[in-house]
């Protein structure tokens, strides 16, 4: 079967085969194959197979394709989720040194989830996947919109509680709650599923005029899960001078609300429920009295270089490179010069020195 793309024709010779190392955001969002097909910008096709004229829907044939990329991506994407889960442990552990309340909650998802499924893409279908990471996530606005509503729900007598953890607005001013809520993350790669939606009666639904009745034709609708049994890691704050006990009910609403009302799309029909996990975190958040390790200490004397500073960006690369043991530590470290130097990393000389940890 070939296939055309929404993108000049010299482009899309280059983007036929994307490469592993890749944004799978961008792969999902801009990467779409379309069926070279007589009707212009469909993805409904005809497949020859065995002498029989067989209806293929290419929105399954592109899902299909995305996620078996997505799984031989698995490696590359760990490393950098790996730096990224770090960083939030030493951000919030940071706001705990300041006087700040800090809550951890690990929960794992007990169905299939899904959010974002009514986000703009070319399938009708989407996902809300990470723009830089390239995985799902629960964003916190999702988060604090289920956990209001499930307060308002539990303890809907105790409105003084609600607007102070979520604010509200009255006479024409707003006030801002005190809780602070964070994206929840995965904390390992997760697995994604294939699943579908089949309504039997689109024609009713689509005023053709049609009763609902048998004889017609469902309409299978395809679209990407995350697969049970994934742990996230939901992180909430407390500024300082509140009273402690309204994060330990932030917990408690939080869990109870992920188990009773679910988060996301299609929660009525069993989709978005959480259980809680015994799963640990990995990865160690330093604090004063730990030792750093050597990765830490890279990026600690980093910060210290200005990024135009090419020489001792050089010499700390050298450096570094010589005394990390392992291939994984080394790709750590081209990946934090990276995104150190940003606009200017392509063109400097480090690019050359890292270029055979770069991914």
């Given at each position: 079967?070939?296939?055309?793309?929404?993108?000049?024709?010299?482009?899309?010779?280059?983007?036929?085969s994307?490469?592993?190392?890749c944004?799978?955001?961008l792969?999902?969002?801009?990467?779409?194959?379309?069926?070279?097909?007589?009707?212009?910008?469909?993805?409904?096709?005809?497949?020859?197979?065995?002498?029989?004229?067989?209806?293929?829907?290419?929105?399954?044939?592109?899902?299909?394709?995305?996620?078996?990329?997505?799984?031989?991506?698995?490696?590359?994407?760990?490393?950098?989720?790996?730096?990224?889960?770090?960083?939030?442990?030493?951000?919030?552990?940071?706001?705990?040194?300041?006087?700040?309340?800090?809550?951890?909650?690990?929960?794992?998802?007990?169905?299939?989830?899904?959010?974002?499924?009514?986000?703009?893409?070319?399938?009708?279908?989407?996902?809300?996947?990470?723009?830089?990471?390239?995985?799902?996530?629960?964003?916190?606005?999702?988060?604090?919109g289920?956990l209001?509503?499930?307060?308002?729900?539990?303890?809907?007598?105790?409105?003084?509680?609600?607007?102070?953890?979520?604010?509200?607005?009255?006479?024409n001013?707003?006030?801002?709650?005190?809780l602070?809520?964070?994206?929840?993350?995965?904390?390992?790669?997760?697995?994604?599923?294939?699943?579908?939606?089949?309504?039997h009666?689109?024609?009713?639904?689509?005023?053709?005029?049609?009763?609902?009745?048998?004889?017609?034709?469902?309409?299978?609708?395809?679209?990407?899960?995350?697969?049970?049994?994934?742990?996230?890691?939901?992180?909430?704050?407390?500024?300082p001078?509140?009273?402690?006990?309204?994060?330990?009910?932030a917990?408690?609403?939080?869990?109870?609300?992920?188990?009773?009302?679910?988060?996301?799309?299609?929660?009525?029909?069993?989709?978005?429920?959480f259980?809680?996990?015994?799963?640990?975190?990995?990865?160690?958040?330093?604090?004063?009295k730990?030792?750093?390790?050597?990765?830490?200490?890279?990026?600690?004397?980093?910060?210290?270089?200005?990024?135009?500073?090419?020489?001792?960006?050089?010499?700390?690369?050298?450096?570094?490179?010589?005394?990390l043991?392992?291939?994984?530590?080394?790709?750590?470290?081209?990946?934090?010069?990276?995104?150190?130097?940003?606009?200017?990393?392509?063109?400097?000389?480090?690019?050359e020195?890292?270029?055979?940890?770069?991914?």
């Amino acid at each position: 079967m070939e296939y055309k793309y929404p993108l000049p024709e010299e482009m899309s010779k280059i983007v036929k085969s994307p490469p592993i190392k890749c944004s799978m955001s961008l792969y999902f969002n801009k990467w779409v194959k379309w069926p070279k097909t007589e009707e212009s910008w469909s993805f409904k096709f005809n497949e020859k197979k065995e002498k029989k004229i067989k209806n293929k829907e290419g929105k399954k044939e592109f899902f299909e394709d995305f996620r078996k990329h997505y799984e031989k991506s698995k490696t590359f994407i760990k490393d950098y989720l790996d730096l990224f889960q770090n960083r939030n442990l030493k951000l919030i552990e940071t706001l705990k040194n300041r006087g700040y309340e800090t809550k951890r909650v690990l929960l794992k998802n007990s169905t299939r989830l899904i959010c974002g499924l009514g986000g703009e893409h070319p399938t009708e279908t989407s996902i809300t996947l990470h723009r830089f990471l390239g995985i799902p996530y629960i964003p916190s606005t999702s988060i604090k919109g289920m956990l209001r509503a499930s307060v308002e729900t539990l303890i809907p007598n105790e409105q003084d509680k609600i607007n102070m953890l979520f604010g509200l607005h009255e006479n024409n001013q707003d006030k801002r709650g005190v809780l602070i809520l964070f994206d929840a993350f995965p904390i390992g790669v997760p697995s994604l599923e294939i699943d579908i939606m089949n309504p039997h009666y689109s024609k009713w639904y689509s005023n053709e005029g049609l009763w609902p009745s048998d004889d017609l034709d469902p309409t299978p609708i395809f679209f990407l899960t995350v697969a049970p049994g994934t742990t996230f890691n939901f992180n909430m704050v407390l500024p300082p001078n509140n009273d402690i006990f309204l994060i330990d009910e932030a917990e408690k609403y939080l869990i109870q609300g992920l188990s009773i009302f679910g988060i996301g799309a299609k929660t009525r029909v069993n989709y978005g429920y959480f259980e809680k996990t015994e799963t640990e975190l990995k990865g160690k958040v330093t604090t004063k009295k730990e030792e750093l390790s050597l990765i830490d200490k890279a990026e600690k004397e980093l910060q210290l270089i200005k990024p135009t500073d090419a020489g001792r960006i050089g010499t700390f690369i050298d450096k570094y490179l010589k005394e990390l043991k392992t291939d994984k530590e080394k790709r750590q470290l081209a990946g934090m010069v990276r995104m150190y130097l940003g606009k200017n990393f392509k063109k400097s000389k480090a690019k050359e020195k890292l270029k055979a940890y770069l991914n």
